[in-house]
């Protein structure tokens, strides 16, 4: 008996989150004899609760699908809502009565931590409710801190971005003679990881950016100005790349120094305004040029630095999870395993979800180097080969053509 398929997609949006839900659509559509319908969560499982949804294998054609596949952001919207601890929730019967009245038979959720949580509650709860609906989590955050996976699905052309925008900003702050400070602020809450990839960005040993600080580093005002006090002895212009979750020995963020960290509905810490803070700090100690730059959002919006490697794998997770989920696998979340040997290459397996979600994979400390100030060229090792490739896209004008989402039934 045919069963139809629900995706949704939550959290921070990547660059390749929509390439996921292609290969959910396009495997879900290549199953006509299992499946009859795709439908599409829009904002997560917020709206899903809402009634909102649109039925992705009727309203898309072909080419459309394509264009999805290339369209950065969250095609279907995205949500941050975290469901009860207490499966005795009324929110959770709820959600099952809406499931079966679509029909469904299996839930393919695309996202980081907090979806893994959903995805873990939401398939605890069929078990004890005894549904036969199928919970699968797709990968997907620019941090890269997912538990039992060698990476995720966005971190490749997140680092591309960052790698490629750092290199410019140092073409750029090393035209000038005179001494110049530039501060670069990167995502990187609790993990390194993007801040890392500002490394790939040198052409040469002892290139900029010449200092990188994690948060898995204590970072030390003091040593921050002997480090700088070193390099402007040595040449004119500086480019540090630091992470906006970096924090002092007391495990302050330096962010907070600036009192600029408020609180979203998940109890994160909005993290911003470290550079600014280090530029006011460089100011008062050192009579030279500094400012500050803050990348934000576009490290994980950016399209036009796609990585092809990146598109192809995040595709490869919503086939495969889909794939899983059809062949009745639950409560799993899609993890790569990288080949073994000199030749790049991964494969798709499937881990508990349970053990992935509410953790994070920190940077490794033993790729820290330079007393907490540099990365180590085994980092660059394991980067290098998911920033590969450039992918053929459509363009207009001189401009890039993304996909656009229709109204939603119950909007």
Not at 110 to 122: A, E, P
Not at 164 to 177: C, F, G, N, P, Q
Not at 389 to 411: D, I, N, T
């Amino acid at each position: 008996m045919k069963k139809n398929i629900l995706v949704g997609q939550s959290g921070g949006p990547t660059a390749v989150i929509n390439a996921s839900l292609y290969g959910v659509i396009a495997e879900g559509m290549d199953r006509l004899d299992e499946v009859e319908h795709v439908y599409g969560m829009v904002n997560g499982i917020e709206g899903f609760l809402k009634g909102n949804y649109l039925d992705l294998s009727e309203d898309l054609t072909q080419k459309e699908l394509e264009r999805i596949k290339l369209t950065p952001a969250a095609y279907l919207g995205s949500c941050r809502y975290r469901l009860p601890k207490d499966l005795s929730s009324p929110v959770y019967p709820e959600i099952f009565q809406k499931l079966e009245e679509l029909d469904i038979g299996c839930f393919l959720y695309i996202g980081g931590n907090d979806s893994m949580d959903t995805v873990d509650k939401l398939s605890r709860y069929a078990r004890q409710a005894g549904s036969p609906v199928r919970f699968i989590g797709i990968p997907k955050t620019v941090d890269n801190d997912l538990m039992l996976t060698d990476h995720t699905p966005g971190y490749g052309s997140a680092a591309k971005y960052v790698a490629s925008t750092v290199r410019e900003i140092v073409l750029d702050a090393s035209v000038y003679h005179q001494p110049a400070v530039t501060i670069i602020e990167l995502m990187g809450r609790n993990a390194g990881w993007l801040t890392a990839a500002s490394v790939l960005a040198r052409k040469y040993e002892g290139d900029n950016p010449l200092f990188v600080y994690l948060p898995e580093s204590q970072f030390d005002f003091q040593k921050f100005a002997k480090d700088l006090d070193g390099a402007l002895r040595r040449q004119p212009s500086v480019v540090v790349c630091a992470s906006e979750g970096i924090s002092d020995a007391q495990g302050r963020l330096i962010c907070e120094y600036n009192d600029q960290a408020k609180t979203d509905n998940f109890g994160h810490k909005m993290l911003t305004g470290c550079g600014k803070v280090l530029e006011g700090f460089v100011q008062r100690h050192f009579d030279i040029k500094v400012r500050s730059v803050e990348i934000n959002v576009s490290q994980r919006c950016s399209g036009m630095v796609l990585s092809a490697t990146d598109v192809e794998e995040a595709a490869l997770a919503g086939s495969f999870g889909t794939r899983a989920a059809l062949e009745g696998a639950t409560g799993k979340m899609v993890a790569f395993v990288r080949a073994e040997g000199p030749c790049y290459g991964v494969t798709c397996s499937l881990v508990d979800v349970g053990q992935v979600c509410n953790q994070e994979k920190r940077f490794p400390l033993d790729w820290v180097t330079g007393e907490g100030n540099n990365i180590s060229a085994r980092f660059q090792e394991y980067a290098l080969p998911l920033i590969q490739g450039e992918p053929a896209r459509p363009m207009k004008q001189g401009l890039p053509v993304y996909a656009y989402r229709k109204r939603a039934c119950g909007v």
